[in-house]
């Protein structure tokens, strides 16, 4: 396992997080053997949310059965939209807070993530309220999920201002998988694509962990769909997966993943997620795994060695 630090969590932080927005989680039952298999794995860190069921509850009874809490990076969010209604209140932020914590069983939280941003909200505002939950001891990093860069940009420049905290961490979507459309509304934000060409120059510049979600394309680079599934995409995948990941150019980089990891003897799943390590910006990746054996797959694809070359052939760049 590779680690590196964030600021504002006092651990090394797992460059591959454990992500429990999957059915197994969902309903809030324990789920120890795979939880065990990933910490055995070297997995410290463990992304969760709000709005993921009863996610939180199976962290939560696992990480009191185990008695590792001081040991174990969480990642929870708050702050999403509910309906038509935007949640990036002091309010929303707070309550979230107090449900997320009660069901994880813990009194503070490694990393607290904005689910969604509010541009009608002040940046410095989001600031002084994340702020006043780190000083209660409530919070260690904080940052956004699905905020420009532009936004956070807002947000820290308040932040250096007025001697407080800036956002020392971005969830936006990374991955091999160009995001052609925002899978479920309320303003994903992905970095893939020539349209997120300055959003990338500028985690690249400042860099600011990127810790990316849908890694893998909400399962189309995992290998269970094929190349030459395409007409039997709605069958294989959820319709988020669809909308979001299931174009033609994301099948043409899912033929030459399947080249490649012929030639390399790994897996689908490890090459993309090796793509994601290769790049310049100081990402992380969430991933959903399913079993031991995934789990250490996807920890291998850390030391799986990708050229710059090859990189550019599996994002289309090169012929």
Excluded at 191 to 204: C, F, P
């Amino acid at each position: 396992m590779e680690y590196r630090t964030i600021q504002g969590v006092d651990k090394p932080v797992s460059r591959l997080l454990f992500g429990t927005a999957s059915p197994a989680f969902t309903p809030g039952r324990p789920q120890s053997e795979l939880l065990d298999a990933a910490f055995a794995a070297g997995i410290n860190a463990f992304d969760t949310a709000r709005v993921y069921g009863l996610a939180e509850k199976s962290l939560g009874l696992w990480l009191q059965e185990r008695g590792n809490r001081e040991q174990v990076v969480i990642l929870t969010k708050c702050a999403h939209p509910d309906g038509s209604r935007k949640r990036v209140t002091e309010k929303d932020i707070r309550e979230d807070f107090a449900v997320s914590s009660s069901l994880l069983g813990t009194d503070y939280v490694d990393i607290y993530v904005l689910h969604r941003d509010d541009p009608d909200q002040p940046a410095g505002l989001i600031v002084e309220i994340l702020n006043a939950m780190h000083a209660e001891g409530k919070i260690g990093a904080f940052g956004g999920s699905n905020w420009t860069h532009e936004r956070i940009q807002e947000a820290n420049e308040y932040a250096y201002r007025k001697g407080l905290i800036p956002f020392t961490v971005s969830s936006p979507h990374y991955s091999l998988a160009r995001q052609q459309e925002d899978p479920w509304g309320g303003g994903c934000v992905s970095l893939t694509g020539d349209e997120s060409k300055a959003a990338r120059d500028w985690y690249q510049t400042n860099q600011m962990p990127v810790i990316a979600y849908s890694s893998l394309g909400r399962g189309l680079l995992t290998g269970k769909v094929r190349s030459t599934d395409m007409p039997r995409i709605t069958e294989l995948l959820d319709v988020f997966a669809v909308r979001g990941y299931g174009s033609e150019d994301n099948f043409r980089r899912l033929a030459r993943c399947e080249e490649l990891a012929a030639q390399k003897h790994c897996g689908i799943a490890q090459l993309a997620m090796a793509w994601i390590y290769r790049q310049p910006l100081n990402t992380f990746a969430i991933a959903t795994m399913s079993s031991p054996k995934r789990i250490q797959e996807n920890v291998d694809a850390l030391s799986l060695e990708l050229t710059d070359a090859e990189c550019r052939y599996l994002n289309l760049e090169d012929s």
